[in-house]
């Protein structure tokens, strides 16, 4: 054994009939061996001084000195403390909404629309940031189509502000046409989408349950993201998956390969829902994943999960600068608990000041700290854990299924 190395805490491992995988996650780096140089591995005792050098280059050994949980823990310090992310501000036009999802999380939820002296309050807010490179700004809902008013009258105020903005939207997609689309594009400076699928063709269309459902709305669904994808906006599908539902989540990629097999501006990414009696084993959710890349591997970006830079927050609740705002004015850290008022910061129409300080960091949880995965999740989703749920993000799974291809 050497005694000046050890191996990576951050490595994963994979066998095949191949050999081995060693994936690390903090270097993104990714490795095949055999069984002899695998054996050499376990026993940090190299035949040939280039096998050594190998591991060494890809982040797999490191110098026994070298405390790599402590200097990640550094980097996502210095990154939270110096690091001036975009301010990201999620507005919900409405918490009305024509679908009808049964395992919607803000149900019990008070409907309502936004009024034009919220935009101007919440406008008033955003000045008070550093807006030297504009913001990120996310329509979410509710449905925010069935509030288009809304978007138009605060977009201008942004505009008459000269307050610089990008948009992404979180829609189910139903409301969107050609007149919209033009608006996305030229108006609320959208550029990309998030449309989600809850299965092909029946289940999708048993699990929306629109109010004013059609029969042909699921391949109407399939031209309208044909359509925003010509118009230059990315569309992301994404998948939500539970046990009852699995199957026809298959015959969705199926549809979706298909219809977009060359498109690069659609993608998608399969999320398992969580809080239900119904939920996948982490095991079972592995296996799906390897069906879906089976299927299709060019849509779900893997790479994307492989070497993608380490996460120095799990999500915005973390982030400092990153709000969301819903119908009656009150700001959260979290998109997840708009309309519950006891968790808001304060309300945009009492003149609330944002927070500039360093938020909370992630991933600090006895667990996470020993998860190889700690790199790609940092704790995962915050209200995902506050219900007890896996608050572990889709990476993992992601990884683990591709591996297991290989």
């Known amino acids: 054994m050497n005694p000046e190395y050890r191996k990576s805490r951050f490595n994963y491992i994979s066998r095949s009939e191949k050999g081995y995988l060693i994936y690390n996650c903090l270097y993104n780096s990714l490795s095949r061996i055999n069984e002899e140089e695998y054996a050499q591995y376990l026993n940090l005792n190299m035949a040939e001084e280039k096998l050594l050098h190998a591991f060494i280059e890809q982040g797999i050994v490191v110098r026994k000195e070298i405390d790599e949980l402590q200097a990640y823990h550094t980097y996502t310090f210095l990154a939270s403390k110096y690091m001036k992310p975009k301010p990201n501000i999620t507005v919900t036009p409405t918490m009305e909404c024509n679908a009808r999802c049964f395992y919607c999380y803000e149900e019990g939820i008070r409907y309502g629309r936004m009024d034009e002296n919220c935009a101007e309050k919440i406008i008033e807010f955003i000045k008070k940031m550093d807006l030297s490179r504009g913001i990120q700004l996310t329509w979410f809902g509710g449905e925010p189509l069935l509030n288009q008013e809304w978007m138009d009258y605060f977009t201008s105020c942004l505009k008459k502000e000269e307050i610089v903005f990008s948009a992404f939207m979180i829609?189910?997609?139903?409301?969107?046409?050609?007149?919209?689309?033009?608006?996305?594009?030229?108006?609320?400076?959208?550029?990309?989408?998030?449309?989600?699928?809850d299965g092909s063709c029946e289940e999708y269309a048993r699990r929306k349950n629109y109010t004013d459902q059609d029969q042909n709305i699921y391949y109407r669904m399939l031209q309208t993201i044909k359509k925003l994808s010509n118009a230059g906006i990315s569309v992301q599908i994404r998948l939500n998956i539970d046990r009852d539902n699995a199957g026809s989540i298959l015959e969705l990629v199926n549809d979706l390969q298909q219809v977009f097999y060359k498109n690069t501006n659609v993608s998608y990414y399969p999320s398992f829902l969580t809080g239900r009696k119904d939920a996948l084993s982490e095991r079972e959710k592995i296996d799906l994943i390897k069906q879906i890349l089976e299927i299709d591997k060019n849509k779900l970006p893997v790479n994307s999960y492989l070497y993608r830079i380490p996460k120095t927050t799990a999500c915005f609740y973390y982030q400092r600068g990153a709000y969301?705002?819903?119908?009656?004015?009150?700001?959260?850290?979290?998109?997840?608990?708009?309309?519950?008022?006891?968790?808001?910061?304060?309300?945009?129409?009492?003149?609330?000041?944002?927070?500039?300080?360093?938020?909370?960091?992630?991933?600090?949880?006895?667990?996470?700290?020993?998860?190889?995965?700690?790199?790609?999740?940092?704790?995962?989703?915050?209200?995902?854990?506050?219900?007890?749920?896996?608050?572990?993000?889709?990476?993992?799974?992601?990884?683990?299924?591709?591996?297991?291809?290989?």
């Open 171 to 197: 829609s189910n997609g139903s409301k969107i046409d050609d007149e919209v689309i033009l608006k996305m594009k030229q108006e609320w400076n959208i550029d990309s989408i998030q449309i989600t699928f």
């Open 324 to 406: 969301s705002v819903d119908i009656n004015g009150d700001v959260f850290i979290c998109e997840r608990m708009l309309g519950h008022h006891d968790y808001a910061l304060g309300n945009v129409k009492d003149k609330m000041e944002p927070d500039l300080e360093e938020r909370e960091l992630s991933g600090r949880r006895e667990e996470c700290q020993k998860c190889v995965f700690l790199p790609k999740c940092q704790g995962g989703c915050h209200d995902a854990l506050i219900h007890g749920d896996t608050s572990c993000f889709i990476d993992k799974y992601i990884i683990k299924a591709y591996l297991e291809i290989l």
